[in-house]
T-cell receptor
């Protein structure tokens, strides 16, 4: 399984500001995934990031709010823009395993005040 | 009906007991089934991964899939306080590019 490092591990941000979350993988991977985990809710896929192309966003998520970069095969960033308290959540980076399973970073716990 | 249903708990059991965690689902196309364990302030960690119906055992953990009933289970034998965590079921279809659908997770407390 891949080792995924995510930072920051947590942050408290003012509304209206932006936060960029970094995800580093110890091996080259084709696709990286960004999830949101809100209290009491299922993990929700935000977008899929392929190297060299624009990220693919799921319904309800837009690039202006969650811009993603994927500059190489081991790194990606997710930015949460113009934050509001509703964006308070855990954000998780993920990569595929050999099959269809997913492996996750430790998550970024975001609180917007 | 949600695609995946999972009782959020919390479920509290005494140390040494057998724990049974369950999920139901509605999409008969799901073929791959996973269980993740998530400790507080950590990301989900893959515990068990099974394909189609049947049982899979790994140490104290047994994953069971009943596709006819659209029901999956995770059993933990000889439960330990270190098993206290949130357990998420997850499933996906045949295609590698298909999304993984997660349950909301069940919070489990093992009482010493």
């Amino acid at each position: 399984s891949a080792v995924i490092s995510q930072k920051p591990s947590r942050d408290i941000c003012q509304r209206g500001t932006s936060l960029t979350i970094q995800c580093q993988v110890d091996s080259q991977v084709t696709m990286m995934f960004w999830y949101r985990q809100q209290p009491g809710q299922s993990l929700t896929l935000i977008a899929t990031a392929n190297q060299g192309s624009e990220a693919t966003y799921e319904s309800g998520f837009v690039i202006d709010k969650f811009p993603i970069s994927r500059p190489n095969l081991t790194f990606s960033t997710l930015t949460v823009s113009n934050m509001s308290p509703e964006d308070s959540s855990i954000y998780l980076c993920s990569v595929d395993g050999l099959g269809t399973e997913a492996f996750f970073g430790q998550g970024t716990r975001l609180t917007v005040v | 009906q949600k695609e995946v249903e999972q009782d959020p708990g919390p479920l509290s059991v005494p140390e040494g007991a057998i724990v049974s965690l369950n999920c139901t689902y509605s999409n008969s196309a799901f073929q791959y089934f996973m269980w993740y364990r998530q400790y507080s302030r950590k990301g989900p960690e893959l515990l068990m991964y099974t394909y189609s119906s049947g049982n899979k055992e790994d140490g104290r953990f047994t994953a069971q899939v009943d596709k006819s009933s659209k029901y999956i289970s995770l059993f933990i034998r000889d439960s330990q306080p270190s098993d206290s965590a949130t357990y998420l079921c997850a499933m996906t279809t045949q295609g590698r590019d298909d999304k993984i659908i997660f349950g909301k997770g069940t919070r489990l407390h093992i009482l010493p």
